[in-house]
């Protein structure tokens, strides 16, 4: 099975800065590859899909790119409600696998 | 609106089974797949498994194979998903996910229901 692996697992900014956060596979996956958003307490929300397509309603500060087996979510001015764990999945085949999560929080 | 809603909070003793719904609204129910995902207390997302609404077949996460069991019952557009053998180590939020439509399962998950918490204790 292909394995998710996820860097920094854990990281505090201040608001206004740019995060990055990446994402491996250990096989390629073409593009096959959602990051999702989960705030404390709440359900995951899809922010990414197709590792670059922006899904509706979510702030243009969100961005991904990457192909293959790197690939990177980028929040170009982080806001404080931006706080919450990420979590990047492969969709090309089962298992469905999920990354680790990277928890953000503001400094 | 699309709208996934599951059943309620669960207490299980170890070695029993829980059942789980996911009540589907909103789009034709048996055209698109639909995942089980759990997360246990402070930990990251698991893979349970896929089931497709339109003929039933499933497939399960290689670790959960021979408990699980996931199901559908296409008049009332609700999926299922039982699993048996309880340990602690199952005590989590069991979530469904819309997935990919019938045309291919390749798909993110959106949206999931609001989840479901599973305690298992004696």
């Known amino acids: 099975d292909i394995q998710m692996t996820q860097s920094p697992s854990s990281l505090s900014a201040s608001v206004g800065d740019r995060v990055t956060i990446t994402c491996r596979a250990s096989q390629g996956i073409s593009n096959y590859l959602a990051w999702y958003q989960q705030k404390p307490g709440r359900v995951p929300n899809v922010l990414i899909y197709?590792?670059?397509t922006l899904q509706s309603g979510v702030p243009s500060r969100f961005s991904g790119s990457g192909s293959g087996t790197d690939f990177t979510l980028t929040i170009s001015s982080l806001q404080p409600e931006d706080v919450a764990t990420y979590y990047c999945q492969k969709y090309n085949s089962a298992p469905f696998t999920f990354g680790p999560g990277t928890k953000v929080d503001i400094k | 609106q699309v709208q996934l809603v599951q059943s309620g909070a669960e207490v299980k003793k170890p070695g029993a089974s829980v059942k789980v719904s996911c009540k589907a609204s909103?789009?034709?129910?048996?055209?698109?797949?639909m995942h089980w995902v759990r997360q246990a207390p402070g930990q990251g997302l698991e893979w349970m498994g896929i089931i497709d609404p339109s003929g039933g077949s499933t497939s399960y996460a290689q670790m959960l194979q021979g408990r699980v069991t996931m199901t559908r019952d296409t008049s009332t557009t609700t999926v299922y998903m039982e699993l048996s053998s309880l340990t602690s180590d199952d005590t989590a939020v069991y979530y469904c996910?819309?997935?990919?439509?019938?045309?291919?399962?390749?798909?993110?998950?959106?949206?999931w229901g609001q989840g479901t918490l599973v305690t298992v204790s004696s």
């Open positions: 996910a819309r997935g990919g439509s019938y045309r291919s399962f390749i798909s993110w998950f959106d949206p």
């Open positions: 909103g789009y034709t129910f048996i055209r698109y797949y």
């Open positions: 197709a590792a670059s």
